[in-house]
């Protein structure tokens, strides 16, 4: 009746305790996560996934399929603070510019938070697989939220619009370190970037 | 009388009027665009330049030195369209975020000049001496100046802060192709980024 006195069969992921329990694709995406992060997306394998969790690869294509749908998922971890819009939208569309921009700051200026979502955002300007996978779960996670708040004509265009604004920051601050952006205390820049937040997602 | 009859000194380039004559220069740097368009800035090769060129590596390494300083004059060539910006900034502070907004946009259209453009972005955004090299370009030939005929308070920080506007809507529009932004009209674009630049820039 034991899993384990079965024999292994081609092609299929070997079960036993240590490979297969609870957790273990948890493990497997956290390892992806580490991988993706250092490697960049080109140069992580399904492979080296499996390694870095200590399964075997067929594991990961169990769990997962594609080295797409790893990333995937490995980006949904990685954007979940700068995706939870629904605290940010709140019950109002007042002061929406401010708060958007505080969050999306906040995010950029902890580096527990920051590092992974250069990588995917590097990731996705090198290749095009990623950058296929990032534009779905941004849009699906956060532009298309955000759009079904407004009450502008092109609601999804207005929040592209400002998440562009936030993006150009987050490279030229973050990535190129431009001067004197880059040492901008934060309120500074959410004083300055909220009210052309705010008149994207708000004014018609 | 003859430099042909010379003999070939140790580490300086050969001397002929195939490899050293008026234009060599130009043609590495059009062989170094190439290379860094195509091949990323980290692939890319002071040999694989030279061979590009048709000239000797070491006729490269004579003329630029390094392929930080290769790189920096490759730059130079492809923002010069994106860096032409006595004539947008005109007599007149009124109406300049809406002449940034299309000259940009006009740059970014015409794929002749989208492609190194893209291509120099690409390798800032994964490469430390890139993005050393484009922050150098961009703050000395661009921010700067314009900065320089700004009335507000901080006008280097305005400055970044309309370019980071511009620079996200590239990488959402361009790279990433996010839709509707992709395919949105530029005239509506313009129309809509144009007083966010406008603020930016002459708004205390």
Same mark, same amino acid.
């Given at each position: 009746? /034991?899993?384990?006195?079965?024999?292994?069969?081609?092609?299929?992921?070997? #079960?036993?305790?240590?490979?297969?329990?609870?957790?273990?694709?948890?493990?497997?995406?956290?390892?992806? @996560?580490?991988?993706?992060?250092?490697?960049?997306? &080109?140069?992580?394998?399904? #492979?080296?996934?499996? @390694?870095?969790?200590?399964?075997? %690869?067929?594991?990961?294509?169990?769990?997962?399929? /594609?080295?797409?749908?790893?990333?995937? %998922?490995?980006?949904?971890? &990685?954007?979940?603070?700068?995706?939870?819009?629904?605290?940010?939208?709140?019950?109002?569309? &007042?002061?929406?510019?401010?708060?958007?921009?505080?969050?999306?700051?906040?995010?950029?200026?902890?580096?527990?938070?920051?590092?992974?979502?250069?990588?995917?955002? #590097?990731?996705?300007? /090198?290749?095009?697989?990623?950058?296929?996978?990032?534009?779905?779960?941004?849009?699906?996670?956060?532009?298309? @939220?955000?759009? %079904?708040?407004? &009450?502008?004509?092109?609601?999804?265009?207005? $929040?592209?619009?400002?998440?562009?604004?936030?993006?150009?920051?987050?490279?030229?601050?973050?990535?190129?370190?431009?001067?004197?952006?880059?040492?901008?205390?934060?309120?500074?820049?959410? $004083?300055?970037?909220?009210?052309?937040?705010?008149?994207?997602?708000?004014?018609?």
């Amino acid at each position: 009746m /034991t899993d384990g006195a079965a024999p292994r069969r081609r092609g299929r992921p070997p #079960r036993s305790a240590g490979d297969d329990g609870p957790g273990t694709r948890e493990r497997i995406l956290a390892a992806a @996560r580490t991988e993706f992060s250092g490697r960049g997306y &080109d140069k992580t394998s399904m #492979r080296g996934i499996g @390694r870095a969790a200590g399964v075997d %690869a067929a594991l990961v294509h169990h769990y997962f399929g /594609t080295k797409e749908a790893v990333f995937a %998922a490995a980006i949904e971890v &990685d954007f979940e603070p700068a995706l939870t819009v629904d605290a940010i939208l709140g019950d109002s569309l &007042d002061g929406l510019g401010e708060r958007l921009a505080r969050h999306f700051l906040a995010i950029w200026e902890n580096p527990a938070t920051r590092t992974p979502l250069l990588a995917v955002i #590097r990731s996705a300007l /090198t290749h095009e697989a990623a950058a296929k996978v990032l534009r779905g779960v941004v849009l699906r996670r956060l532009l298309e @939220r955000v759009a %079904a708040e407004l &009450d502008v004509p092109d609601p999804r265009l207005r $929040a592209e619009l400002a998440a562009s604004h936030m993006m150009g920051i987050v490279i030229m601050r973050y990535v190129l370190e431009l001067e004197p952006l880059a040492s901008t205390p934060p309120a500074r820049i959410v $004083a300055l970037v909220a009210p052309t937040l705010q008149r994207y997602l708000t004014e018609a």
